[in-house]
């Protein structure tokens, strides 16, 4: 696959919207919120333009039981794909527009990292001008190898973690 960064897209939002509107329509009841996360819920971030979305479901089996409509409107069930609780849809194959990261409350830890993380880049320009120039460096010293790139990110986004967990919590209290 293809390592492209690009510039921020206003229309990432609509796209989440868009996405989140067919989600909402499988899971009805059993679906607590919707979540977009990820760069491309970043104003101002570069990102590979794949909108990340978090559902939390009432009880992640739903996630199992509804698979198959969720590969009707074009997403790929991976499972846990190596994250207990956790359940992974991603749509397009190699020209990727999607990733589904469900979750149920007993995974509040994974959620709430990706809500820090979220959160923490919006509110902290300089951190997201930080991590953004990053992965545009990483993409094009490995436009072709995303798990270079996945590699080269990997120190900063543990940092970014713990920093925003920390900060989240803090606001908190």
Same mark, same amino acid.
């Given at each position: ?6 510039? !921020? ?6 796209? #989440?919207? &868009?996405? +989140?509107? @067919? ?35 009432k ?20 499972g846990e !794909? ?6 992974? #849809?991603? &749509?397009? +194959?190699? @020209? ?71 900060? @989240? ?5």
């Amino acid at each position: 696959m293809k390592v492209t960064v690009q510039a !921020y897209n206003s229309n990432w939002a609509n796209l #989440f919207k &868009k996405e +989140a509107e @067919k989600i909402k329509v499988i899971f009805g009841d059993q679906l607590i919120d919707i979540y977009h996360i990820g760069s491309t819920s970043v104003p101002g971030l570069h990102a590979k333009p794949i909108i990340d979305m978090l559902p939390v479901l009432k009880d992640i089996k739903v996630a199992d039981q509804l698979a198959h409509q969720m590969e009707r409107i074009g997403y790929e069930a991976l499972g846990e !794909y190596g994250l207990p609780g956790r359940r992974y #849809f991603r &749509k397009g +194959a190699d @020209k990727r527009t999607h990733h589904v990261h469900m979750y149920d409350p007993l995974s509040s830890d994974e959620i709430e990292r990706h809500l820090a993380v979220r959160d923490y880049l919006r509110q902290h320009p300089e951190a997201a001008a930080e991590y953004g120039a990053l992965k545009v460096k990483l993409a094009e010293a490995y436009p072709n190898h995303i798990e270079s790139y996945i590699d080269g990110k990997n120190d900063f986004v543990q940092q970014l973690e713990k920093e925003s967990v920390q900060w @989240k919590r803090q606001q908190e209290k």
